[in-house]
């Protein structure tokens, strides 16, 4: 069992729709951060937020919204996408600032469809 | 790009034996982390080497960094069939306050 864990598993819409992806961690960790990952790819980072501040933006377009309500909630809200947005998408975690100096824990991710 | 490239893109060995997987990076790094993903899951990280350190260990794991040619490997000895994965490598460059995952390496243990 992982300890941050990603709602729903699936999801399938259709590139009018409205949905968020949801993560939470318990763990007391400070930095979240949200990835996407294509088939036979690497995980490649979207967003960084380091105490509930969005820190990293990596020129993700803006049909993507991120969101941090609390230190242990982490939203994605997905609106007007298109069918290459197709892909697992990874939230993770990490202790305090400093993101690279640290490991990251990682949820099992959400696989998201586009009609 | 700054991603590592890591070699070989695939790996098929017996179970029990060992297995040698290889990352190069760009530029200097703080550190590297290596993480493993089974299929379906997220990843995990296994192990952090730190640019002053040459060599770690963890169980069955074994990282050795060599700054001066920009390159890492991991060993796994004694496979097992739950080694069946990908495996990352993430470069922590100085220059960058983010890791970037390498291109993996899919490694299957065969019975």
């Known amino acids: 069992d992982t300890e941050v864990t990603q709602t729903p598993k699936h999801l399938v819409m259709g590139m009018t729709n409205k949905k968020s992806l949801k993560c939470e961690q318990h763990m007391g960790h400070r930095a979240m951060y949200w990835y996407k990952q294509k088939a036979k790819k690497p995980p490649e980072l979207m967003f960084v937020y380091s105490y509930e501040k969005l820190s990293i933006n990596e020129s993700v377009p803006s049909r993507f919204s991120p969101e941090c309500p609390n230190s242990s909630l982490l939203n994605l809200h997905l609106h007007a996408l298109q069918p290459e947005d197709s892909a697992l998408y990874l939230c993770a975690s990490s202790p305090e600032t400093g993101y690279s100096n640290q490991p990251q824990h990682f949820g099992d991710g959400t696989r998201l469809s586009i009609l | 790009s700054q991603q590592g490239e890591e070699d070989p893109q695939a790996l098929s060995i017996q179970e029990g034996e060992n297995a040698t997987m290889n990352c190069s990076y760009k530029t200097s790094i703080n550190n590297l982390q290596w993480y493993r993903q089974n299929s379906g899951r997220g990843l995990v990280h296994l192990i952090l080497?730190?640019?002053?350190?040459r060599e770690k260990h963890s169980g069955r794991l074994r990282v050795t960094l060599d700054t001066s040619k920009k390159s890492s490997s991991l060993l796994i000895t004694a496979s097992r069939a739950a080694d069946t994965a990908s495996y990352f490598c993430a470069p922590a460059y100085s220059s960058a306050s983010k890791i970037i995952f390498g291109s993996g390496t899919r490694l299957s243990i065969r019975p």
């Open positions: 080497i730190r640019s002053n350190e």
